[in-house]
């Protein structure tokens, strides 16, 4: 099962939810699960697309190529990670380096 710190790196670099759930070899209903925890846990931040219109709400609506069911006329859904998730990956990379950390010994 991926782990909170490879979805938000993941979110952090851009892509489909398919792509996302593919390269992470995990279901999209899993993915999607855990990025609404994500949400409610203060990791990630949904981008509003402007005033509940959807896609036709976005400035970005006449030249985005994200692929949307109905043909660019349902709700797609933006992610960012906040603050609190670029801090927990920032950290949690620190704390691999200090658990591969060996002191050498000098004679």
Request: proline fraction near 3%; hydrophobic fraction near 35%; aromatic fraction near 8%.
């Amino acid at each position: 099962m991926a782990t909170t710190e490879e979805i938000l790196r993941r979110i952090e670099k851009g892509g489909t939810l398919d792509e996302l759930a593919a390269e992470l070899d995990i279901r999209k209903s899993a993915l999607v699960a855990m990025i609404e925890f994500m949400v409610r846990a203060g990791y990630l931040k949904e981008i509003g697309l402007g005033g509940g219109q959807g896609c036709g709400g976005c400035p970005m609506s006449g030249t985005c190529r994200v692929p949307v069911l109905g043909g660019g006329r349902e709700w797609v859904r933006l992610y960012m990670l906040t603050e609190k998730g670029m801090e927990y990956i920032k950290n949690k990379k620190y704390s691999r380096e200090e658990q591969n950390y060996e002191p050498r010994q000098f004679l």
